[in-house]
Structure formats: structure tokens, C-alpha cells
């Protein structure tokens, strides 16, 4: 026999709204205790000193956290001018200082530079492995770390306002990968000056809305795991841009085994749109209850994340 799975076998999504100081971490720990979940992981890390929405997978939700990772977030940031940190952001140490402070027009000119497909070298404090350790632990121990640039997308950026000569305040759109904390950086060295972020919260992660969330204070306030589970939504709520269809039970117990299951023509048609050729990613579900991920191959569906339900 295998071994039991401690807790319970809950499965959904938490949009936590993320309290300052806290890290993302120790935010799954609390929230697993919470729910008494026999399993849970964040979709995307937000830093301690960030506030806002981390996406938080329960049980089978798990399987679906690289399409919320892959999804484009939203963040709302002030950045103070005329000092950069060991961090990119408050936390650190002043490493250099500059007497320069940009102007709305000149802060303005540079934004185009910094949106589209760009270049970015993460920062020296990130969760990015460099031979199996954190480029964070290397730098905590005094080392610097190469790490090499990457492209990254920056779909917006706006100045939202400048509250004053030492700070500014931005919204930006962003893809998987970006760091706003390196994105403040570059911009001020662009600017002539130094410059690193005071602020930060994350208002969107995909469909995720900061709005929406709950704080850990407000599941607290929830006297038990079950009354908690009101919170969560669906497995199914990270797949809202994925193709999806129509199930029998035979052909749902059939990828439930891993094996193939075959749909209409008109339904592989309507998948595809009159696109040719195979769909890695279309959720079939039974009755609007998530059954697997496939891939579509023809007229077959190829189960490749299979939802214990």
C-alpha cells in the first residue's frame, strides 16, 4: 500500500493578496496550513517587500500553474530616484547616488526604449538557479553572480505620476520573466541617474484580479478548512484562454486511463478554427468538470494532465 497523503484533498485556486513583508514561500505554507491541503505552489514569485496578487494552487490546481505563469501581469510601482540598492529595490544597500533628477518630459522620451521585446539582466537578488542555487544565496553571501540577459516582454508602461522631484510613479504590462525591479534600474541608468523601486504591487496575474483576492487576515477570519474553501475558485478558472470541449463519460474514463480519446470532426474544426495541424493545449471536460489537458492530434486527444478528481 501507498503512503496516505497527510490533509485534505482539496483542489482549486487562491488569488492571495499578498501582505508586505511577507514572502511568497511562507505565503504557500500558510495558506496549505490554512486549508489543511494535502498539496499547494504559487504561480510566479512576488517579492517580500510587494504586496498584491500571487496566485495560489491547491491539489489537482497544481497542474495547471505553468499556464498561469506563462500569463501577463500587471503592476502599479514608485520608484525613487537618485540611489540604487544592492536589491533593485529598498531592501538593500545604497550602492551608488546621483544629484540627477529626470523630468516628466525625459522620463517620458525614454518609456518607448523600454516596451516591446527588450533585454534585461535579472537582478542579482532573484530566485533564478545558477548551478543549482539561488542567484539570491550567492549574492547573500557576497558573490557576485553573472547572470546573462535575457528577452523578456513589456507590453505597457505608462508614468501614472510624479509626486515630487525623488519619486515617480508607473503601470506597467509585462510577460513571463520580466523583473520590475531590473526594469527600474536600466530606466534610470538610461536617464542619467540612479534609481531604484520603493513600491511595489502586483494588480493582475492573468485572469487573476487583485480585487478579487482575500488576504491571509480574511481566511483567518474563516473559523475552519471547510468554510475556506468557499474562497477557491475551479481548477478550470487559469484555462480561461484555452480551447475547450465537450466530453462523453466513456471517452472522459478513457483519459482518466492516459489513453486516447476521439471527438467529432466538427468538434476538432471548431478547435482549430480552420487552423491546420496539432493544439497542445485543449481542455476536454465532462458535465463542465475538468477532466485532462490534451493534445489534439487529428481527431485524438492525447491526455498529458489528468485531473484526480
Known amino acids: 500500500m501507498g ?18 513583508d511577507f514572502g511568497s514561500t511562507e505565503a504557500v505554507s ?20 510587494a504586496t498584491g496578487v500571487l496566485p495560489i494552487a491547491l491539489g489537482e490546481a497544481t497542474k495547471t500553474v505553468p499556464f498561469v505563469m ?8 514608485t520608484v525613487h530616484w537618485g540611489e540604487a540598492t544592492t536589491t533593485d529595490d529598498s531592501e538593500g544597500e545604497v550602492i551608488a547616488r546621483s544629484d540627477k533628477r529626470p523630468s516628466r518630459e525625459a522620463i517620458e522620451a525614454v518609456l518607448g526604449h523600454f516596451t516591446g ?24 553571501a557576497g558573490e557576485t553572480v553573472d547572470l ?33 525591479r531590473a526594469l527600474v534600474r536600466d530606466m534610470a ?3 542619467g541617474t ?17 480585487e478579487d483576492g482575500v488576504t491571509i487576515a480574511g481566511l483567518e477570519a474563516l ?25 462523453s463519460g466513456p471517452e472522459a474514463a478513457r483519459l482518466r486511463r492516459g489513453q486516447e480519446a476521439i471527438i467529432s470532426p466538427a468538434a476538432a474544426k471548431g478547435l482549430r478554427g480552420g487552423a491546420v495541424g496539432n493544439i497542445d493545449a485543449v481542455l476536454a471536460s465532462l458535465h463542465g468538470d475538468p477532466v485532462a489537458i490534451c493534445e489534439l492530434d487529428g481527431l485524438k486527444l492525447k491526455p498529458v494532465r489528468v485531473f484526480n478528481l
Open 30 to 49: 500558510k495558506v496549505k496550513w490554512l486549508f489543511q491541503a494535502q498539496k499547494a505552489g504559487h504561480a510566479g514569485t512576488l517579492d517580500p517587500l
Open 189 to 191: 541608468r538610461a536617464l
Open 148 to 180: 546573462p540577459p535575457r528577452l523578456i516582454h513589456i507590453k505597457e508602461l505608462q508614468l501614472v505620476e510624479r509626486p515630487d522631484d525623488d519619486t515617480a510613479v508607473f503601470e506597467a504590462v509585462t510577460g513571463k520573466g520580466a523583473y520590475v
Open 117 to 140: 521585446e527588450i533585454e534585461q539582466i535579472p537582478p542579482q537578488f532573484s530566485a533564478i538557479k545558477i548551478g543549482g542555487e539561488r542567484a539570491y544565496d550567492i549574492a547573500r
Open 223 to 247: 473559523e475552519t478548512p471547510e468554510a475556506r474553501d468557499g474562497v477557491l475558485l475551479s481548477i478550470d478558472a487559469a484555462l480561461a484562454n484555452m480551447p475547450q470541449t465537450s466530453i
Open 70 to 77: 506563462d500569463a501577463e501581469k500587471l503592476y502599479h510601482f
Open 194 to 210: 540612479e534609481g531604484h523601486v520603493c513600491a511595489l504591487r502586483r494588480l493582475r496575474v492573468g485572469h487573476f484580479c487583485a
Open 3 to 20: 503512503r496516505q497523503k497527510k490533509g485534505r484533498p482539496v483542489s482549486g485556486w487562491l488569488i492571495l493578496d499578498k501582505a508586505y
